[in-house]
């Protein structure tokens, strides 16, 4: 329970800035996500608040108390914080029990006490019947469930967590995803979580800090980042996205790819614009505005993924896969669209398309 | 394809058995040969083969020459085979093996073999004709020369003819018998003129093969029976070595059905060649010795006993050198972990000022020879005139006597190994650091633990099976070094194992006897040592992968950031500096004792020496050529073993990795001492004090380096990069040429670099096998340091220093950085 401030904070490796001018404030007991592609500063911004790095300049307050900044430099191991690896960092030469209860032995609290909290924490990770177990005897999701714990047993009022989930498999990434939200609510401590996979970011966070190459694009919950994005980078990061050159004019949005067809726009922008468009907001109407003809479909069981050639350009649909019984590559089709994403058209989408070739 | 399987198996079970009987018939033909060998009582084995040219070249000289004599001189046959056998029997004192030969032979058949047998008499040790004499003979014309056969014939047979002037000065004087020895003696010379029978090179090799007179006459008879076909000569001459072939193929044999055995597969691979090869390498050089080493330690006399042992274990100066051996190691390794492991953090975890600096200084101490550390040491700490006890004196105001430090001690010793083997802790414990995850050390800090904490509670216990492993390297090292302790024990009497070994060898083969007994010691130690190392740490050793690598934590030092970097420097300056500093001052030096800046005591004398003295330089080639042999060889294995190790899962690959394991395990001085043993002949082998018995020592004992060098770099690369050349249409050779080669260049390069380096300046195996031709670089520093000049040595030894850099910064460039050593 425990608020982070972040004040103007920079980070650069020699003339390397690889963070600029991170300013927010944690609140909490909130859920927050660091999300971006690698290389973005992310895991450097993690680590500045855990006191592996130092800020160039900026200062970062841990419940208004200053920990970095100035002259004033709080070491990790007076930070009180919780924190999870990547590569889960479980001491190999200790045993589940004694990497657990490792902060408690640090910090010298008596041992019937260590072993009630040890006890309790290995319960909520379920590794009750471990404890003896050394860690090479343990599968890659009871060692992070280790490094949970070991996080978690000291009570932190901040857990910092450094894409724990990327080393494990699908399928137990999925389950892992919940059972973090699942402590995070019941302990209700602020988390800090890095990661570049934005299903995670979306389905466990309170708040989404979408960051890349060292700026904060959007912050919000995940609900306005994907819904409301304000820039195309952000329109692009999460979920999927088509984007087409457009111009707005007399109400209308032509797309001179699609050989000049056009949709209705009743929105604030004007001139050339970048219009992104989800492909599940794309449906399949008699009387929609597009036409076009039925390039090719997948069908993937829960849905239909279609591209459809209109004019030039190839829009991406996904359809129910129950709407329609039938659909023959070639076929003559009309599209409406339920809503698109208008940006102005500032270059921004052709830098992006540079660094992702 | 069953039936392509079945052929196989038909080739390779038919290949096995003919081998195997191959093996059986050399071993039988090898024993039998060496039985004629024990039998004959010759010297050398190669008198067989001296035997057999020898019918040769009679038969040619009676055809050529006395038959036709013979015939022409119209001489009575009978006559002739008389005065021959009477010639014969007085030459030889003896007519036993005479009356053998000849029996039942008459005319003809008795003169040829009688005349025979008198011309090789006479060629090795007839009555001498000297050779200005020789040289008249020879300048007759060719029809005199014939026609002197004739009349020579017919006068030994007493039918006096006049000779020309050249025979009769011969003869002059001579009666009777005498005469007649002398007349045929100018009659063999004579028709050998023209050289081309009877080479006199044959008569000088059989003089030295056969030494005895009686022995000589064994010799003639059979080669005039011709008893030796190119056969059974073959087996003769070299009757030891085809047992060891033989015994060789048959142990590959049984090896090779074994493992096929276990595969049931019955299919050849080439590869088990390879493997075959090395392993017989090994066995041969150094299994067999050390083998043979340990039977003389316990069978002194060809029978069992503890005389030996019991000996030298009651002796005092032996039982000195044992405890002073034991103690040194242990002390130099837990003094040498105690600096390497602080150092190693220092350098590898924290913001010490210029870490790589001082990394690869302190990874440059390995690559120094030990006995120049030695030497500079014994400049700075001698009692008398050593720089650091004249300064110590002055700033305390002591007396002039010896001290306070003497470096001619126990403790000297430990401290001078301690400078000079500290570094395999330090590289064993870097490369563990290296290797280890650093948010192991970032949980511990966010877990509430201080640096220092976390390096008692985290990274020490996690090294510590890595710096066992290093402590235990330091043991082996220290106990089985040999410059350092010669140079400082010796004159201080602090004697180890090593220089006792040098000393008994030194005095022959009585003490031969002993050096094995202490040898036995000195293996079973390193042996156990190894097996600790090997075999129960390495299995404790943490395997810690980590994920996305981070930049390694780095501890900051905080106010202690200068005061730690100008102790680490003062560390160095003492280590490394000082000493060198020293060795290329006193190189300079006319008079050891005193200053460089005395009138006239600067000189450049010892290093023009270097570079234009024949000795010195014929010793520099030396060195040079043994290294880049063993170097060029060694890779070469190292490339092979592993690819082996790395690419094949061929049953076996690890039996050759297991012997070379052992063999650079072994210390040198018993390496050199058991190949002494082994490699004069007694096994078919004789390669003493040749450049041959050099090379092998230096690759058994250095070999490995450069095979775990390679063999780590190649298990660094993916089997996929080579499978996809495979894919992409390059054949498997065409693929190591040029995927996984230049991949592993780099390492290529730093094995075959970490086999030259040692090779190139070693002296404790160099001391005990060199031969007139074969001294190295490193025995002439050693012998110029103990006998001669002190200034000479020291030249010497900066100047393989700087061989040593100058390779280093070769090996730096060549490999863009990514080693130096």
Redesign the interface.
Known sequence: MSTVSIRNVTKAFGDNVVLKEFNETFGDGEFITLLGPSGCGK?TMLRMI???EKPTSGEIYIDDQLVSGGNTFV?????????V???Y?????MNVYDNVA??LT??KTPKGEIQERVGKVLDIVHLTQYAKRFP?QLSGGQQQRV?LA??LV?APKLL?LD?PL??LDAKLRESMRFEIKEIQRKLGITVVYVTHDQTEAMAMSDRIFLINRGVVQQSGTPRQIYNEPENQFVADFLGKVDFFKGEVRDGRIFFPAMGGQSIPYDGPRTGNVDVAIRPENIFFSPDGPLKGRLESQYYLGDVDDCRVRVGDALVRVIASGYEFDELRDGQEISLDIRSVMVFEDDGLLESMLEIKT | MPSVDKRGEIVCKATLIVVFLIGVALLLGGLWGNRQFEAAGFNQENAFSLVHQLTGETDRLYQKKIAPALKASGADLSAVSDVSRTLLVSAWKTEEPLKATLQGLSGDALAERELKLLAMTYAVSGPKIKTAQRKQLAALPQAEQTALLNQLLLSATGNEQPLPGAAEDLCKGLEGEERTAMLMQIFMTTANLDGEPLSSNTVAEIKKAVRTEDKRVTAYTWAVEGRFNWLSQLFCSAGKTFVLIGILLMLDVAILFFWLLADRNWQLDFKWILILLIVDFMLVFQVLPTVTMVIKAFFPDSHFSLSTIERLYTYDLNLSALMNTLIAAFCTMILGTVIAFPLAWLVGRTNLYGKRFFRSLFVLTYMVPPYVGAMAWLRLLNPNVGNINLVLRAVFGLSDAPGPLNIYSLPGLIWVLTTFYYPYAFITVSRAMEKM?P??E??????????I?TVA??TF??M?PSLIAGALLVFVAAASCYGIPSIIGAPGRVHTVTTRIIDYVGRGSEGMNDATGLGVFLMVLAIIILYISDFVVAKRQ???????S?RP?IVDLGKWRTPVTVLVSLFACIVILIPFAVILITSFKVDLGKSLLDQGNFTLKQWSTIFSWDEMLDCLKNSFIFAIVTATIGIVVACTMSYLLQRTRIRGRKLPDFLITLGSGTPSVVIALSLILSMRGDFGINIYKTAYIMIIAYLIKYLMMGMRTVVSAMSQIHVSLEECSQISGASWLKTMFRITGPLIFPSIAAGWFLIFIPSFYELSMTTLLYGNGTKTIGFELYEYWTFTSQPMACAIAFAILMVVVILNYVLNKLTKGEFSI
């Open positions: 895991t855990a006191g592996f070491p990790p191991e007076k930070r009180s914080i919780g924190m690896f990547q590569s960092a479980v001491w190999p030469h490792y902060p640090i910090k090479n490094a070991r996080a000291a910092l894409e990327s080393n | 995850d948010s192991l970032e949980a511990s800090r966010i877990s509430g633990a201080s640096p904490t509670k985290i216990p996690m510590t943490y395997i810690t992968v980590s994920g996305k981070t934590n």
